[in-house]
């Protein structure tokens, strides 16, 4: 697990590789990724966006920008957490992905941007 803190906002990542859904013959490599966004500040916040950077082995770099997250712009009071899972396919069986969340302080509504850390994905059979 990976973990970063901007501005009182905790994120904190998983992956895990999905041979059920990758077709490696196919250059198709499916990864689940599993984020915990934790608010361990004093103020109310609501994730508005979200924006990707996703590079595979082979040098390719994918940009992947919207609003929310799988469908949600959740608030999230101080001391309260928001998880959620969603994936991402890659055509090599190791890639990278960082990112941001664009949020707002609901009390001011000013925005700010959460480091989403860097995170690695890679097939387990490339560990060995």
């Known amino acids: 697990m990976v973990t970063t ?8 990542v998983e992956t895990q590789y999905q041979p059920e859904y990758s077709n490696p013959a196919g250059d198709h490599y499916m990864f689940a990724y599993k984020i915990n966004i934790e608010n ?64 707002v302080r609901t009390m001011d509504n000013s925005v700010f941007n959460v480091e989403i850390p860097e995170f690695y994905m890679i097939a387990p059979y490339r560990l060995n």
Not at 5 to 12: A, C, E, N, Q
Not at 47 to 69: A, P
């Open 40 to 103: 361990l500040s004093n103020y109310t916040v609501q994730l508005l966006r979200r924006r990707w950077d996703i590079f595979d082995s082979n040098g390719t770099h994918r940009e992947v920008e919207g609003e929310g997250v799988v469908g949600e712009q959740p608030v999230i009071e101080p001391g309260q957490s928001h998880e959620y899972v969603s994936g991402c396919n890659l055509k090599t069986d190791m890639g990278i992905m960082k990112g941001a969340y664009q949020m």
């Open 5 to 12: 803190i901007t501005d009182g906002v905790r994120v904190s």
